[in-house]
């Protein structure tokens, strides 16, 4: 079946770093792809739906040129938290859906827990 | 702006018993609806979709029912066993295609 896959799992580093995380779809291609954050004990919340070729959507509140989003192909989202700070640290967690196929669900990647010192 | 509220939201039960996970959405105009589960640390493993078109779906233990109309859908879990313990969220696909999550409930299955 569908599986989408994101890199790193989990990240450490130090305050001021910038890192980026990867979502890829592996055996179908999406031209939209959401990308979500969750703090501990909170259930996850949407930031930005990512466009193949064009411009990332935000949500409210979530800032544009602190989370970088890029979707260069049909397969590759990637996330950049731009100089991290200790409140960026949250579960990053990536989804995509095969558009060419009606009413499929969502599939998720695993996940990045991402730890700011 | 679709809300989903999940109730309840936690639950302790010994092994063995049925379940009922209830969850309501605002917004009625949904393409579909997910339950998922999700372990501590862990992402998000689908258990069941339901389409707008549908009532209800089953797989295995689980049988999700879905009142479109009502913006209702509840999870039920036969016989519920320790390894049922986890987080369990209710995911409703709406206008852009976004999946919107509620606060989930956090189940937990005493042996």
């Known amino acids: 079946g569908a599986v989408v896959s994101q890199h790193p799992s989990r990240v450490i580093c130090k305050s001021g770093t910038s890192v980026k995380i990867e979502c890829r779809s592996l055996?179908?291609?999406?031209?939209?792809m959401f990308w979500y954050r969750q703090f501990p004990k909170q259930s996850l919340m949407l930031m930005a739906t990512?466009?193949?070729?064009?411009?990332?959507?935000?949500e409210q509140g979530v800032e544009k040129d602190k989370f970088l989003i890029n979707h260069a192909s049909l397969t590759l989202s990637t996330l950049t938290v731009t100089s991290a700070h200790p409140e960026d640290s949250s579960f990053y967690i990536c989804?995509?859906?095969?558009?060419?196929?009606?009413?499929?669900?969502?599939?998720f990647g695993d996940g990045t827990r991402l730890s700011i010192l | 702006k679709q809300e989903v509220t999940q109730i309840p939201a936690a639950l302790s039960v010994p092994e063995g018993e049925n379940l009922v996970l209830n969850c309501s959405f605002t917004d009625s105009a949904i393409y579909n609806l997910q339950w998922f589960r999700q372990d501590p640390g862990k992402g998000l493993t689908s258990l069941l979709l339901?389409?707008?078109?549908?009532r209800e779906q089953t797989s295995g233990r689980l049988n999700a029912s879905l009142d479109k109309s009502s913006g209702r859908s509840t999870l039920y879990i036969a016989a519920s066993q320790p390894g049922d313990s986890a987080t369990y969220l209710c995911?409703?696909?709406?206008?852009?295609?976004?999946?919107?999550f509620g606060a989930g409930t956090r189940l937990f299955v005493k042996a």
């Open positions: 995911a409703p696909n709406t206008g852009g295609f976004k999946t919107i």
């Open positions: 989804s995509a859906r095969e558009w060419s196929v009606p009413n499929q669900p969502q599939h």
């Open positions: 990512s466009n193949e070729g064009s411009k990332a959507t935000y």
């Open positions: 055996d179908f291609q999406a031209t939209t």
């Open positions: 339901i389409q707008s078109s549908q």
